[in-house]
T-cell receptor, first 113, second 113 residues
């Protein structure tokens, strides 16, 4: 079945460090891929998405590229800020319009000044 | 403002005392869903609804009920809460399903003693 595996946390970085959070997926079709972010005390919100191979999603300085050959969708940011401290969830959906959204277990990022 | 609201935000109750957590969205979304979030387990889906009067079980439906009588509302009912239902609950909605951006409510932290 479909699934998402993301790197375990927690991840602690100094401000302005480079961030990578790994995400790989298993899917039978051609899924859409997402990164959601959960700031402290809040619900999840969509950070970025990509709907086909080689697409790059980007938002707020974060990027992720849909790599079909390695079934990956790693999240990157060149220079993290304290305000990026949050839990990041990778997710996939491979059936438009259906109840079909699989989340990873989340990676907690803490950025220290 | 487009939003998903949940009430209450915090609730402490005792085993066996029926409770309802309300969820409402103002975006005319067809799809709504309930999740619970537990440490180390990520997000798990409880129930979902593809449209009015259409509901179905998610991954962890035992001990929960839902109804969808109106498009905007999707209450979660715990008929006889137990301590293992202590968790953080999120309601979410989207235009049509999992592959569309999910909008999450702020969460309800439930403690059952």
């Amino acid at each position: 079945g479909d699934s998402v595996t993301q790197m375990e946390g927690p991840v602690t970085l100094s401000e302005e460090a480079f961030l990578t959070i790994n995400c790989t997926y298993t899917a039978t079709g051609y899924p859409s891929l997402f990164w959601y972010v959960q700031y402290p005390g809040e619900g999840l919100q969509l950070l970025l998405k990509a709907t086909k191979a080689d697409d790059k999603g980007s938002n707020k300085g974060f990027e992720a590229t849909y790599r079909k050959e390695t079934t990956s969708f790693h999240l990157e940011k060149g220079s993290v800020q304290v305000s990026d401290s949050a839990v990041y969830f990778c997710a996939l959906s491979d059936l438009p319009g259906a109840n079909n959204l699989f989340f990873g277990t989340g990676t907690r990022l803490t950025v220290i000044p | 403002e487009a939003q998903v609201t949940q009430n209450p935000r915090y609730l402490i109750t005792v085993t066996g005392k029926k409770l309802t957590v309300t969820c409402s969205q103002n975006m005319n979304h067809e799809y709504m869903s309930w999740y619970r979030q537990d440490p180390g387990l990520g997000l798990r889906q409880i129930y979902y609804s593809m449209n009015v009067e259409v509901t179905d079980k998610g991954d962890v439906p035992e001990g929960y009920k839902v109804s969808r009588k109106e498009k905007r509302n999707f209450p979660l009912i715990l008929e006889s809460p137990s301590p293992n239902q202590t968790s953080l609950y999120f309601c979410a909605s989207s235009l049509k399903g999992g592959s569309y951006e999910q909008y999450f409510g702020p969460g309800t932290r439930l403690t059952v003693t």
